[in-house]
């Protein structure tokens, strides 16, 4: 029987799994998400896409840019935007913790997951440094390796 993962009322309804290939995560952030009504409603029926997606820090707040989450069929003609930026929901300490992380060369900060937590969206964010190629290339290489050594056992 498998193992059920522990219950922290975590409903996770998109990963990013781009994000970890294409970048060093160091740091990992939550925060939440300002949305509308029919975003909510899109969101719980589990249609989104992070893949495009980043943060971008101005006016001392954060913003999710790129992320698509499409109109909600059943809603009205007041139905959302599907690539709007959305506001993030941070406390101050952490916004000029990851200002000054930014300002540093070639960080960025990726959204890695989206999920509901106690009925509220949440973003996880990671605070990353872009991989070069070399890198890719080594991490699939580690990757096969690994696979290989757990095929082999499996097979003794």
């Known amino acids: 029987m498998a193992k059920k993962p522990p219950d922290d009322g975590r409903k996770t309804i998109a990963k990013n799994k781009k994000a970890r290939r294409e970048f060093h ?5 939550e925060a939440g998400l300002v949305l509308q009504g029919s975003e909510v409603k899109s969101l719980r029926g589990g249609r989104i896409n992070l893949g495009e997606g980043y943060v971008r820090l101005e ?26 930026s ?13 200002a000054g992380k930014i300002s540093q060369q070639g960080y960025t900060l990726v959204p890695m997951s989206l999920y509901f937590r106690d009925g ?14 070399h890198d890719k290339r080594e991490d699939s290489k580690k ?10 056992t499996r097979n003794r």
């Open 59 to 84: 006016g001392g707040e954060a913003f999710l840019v790129g992320v698509h989450i499409p109109p909600y069929k059943q809603a009205n003609i007041n139905n959302h935007e599907a690539t709007r």
């Open 86 to 98: 959305r506001k993030l929901l941070l406390h101050r300490r952490e916004l000029n913790r990851l």
């Open 25 to 29: 995560i160091e740091d990992v952030f």
């Open 143 to 152: 990757k096969d390796a690994q696979r290989e050594m757990e095929r082999a």
């Open 120 to 133: 509220k969206a949440k973003l996880e964010l990671g605070l990353g440094k872009g991989k070069k190629f």
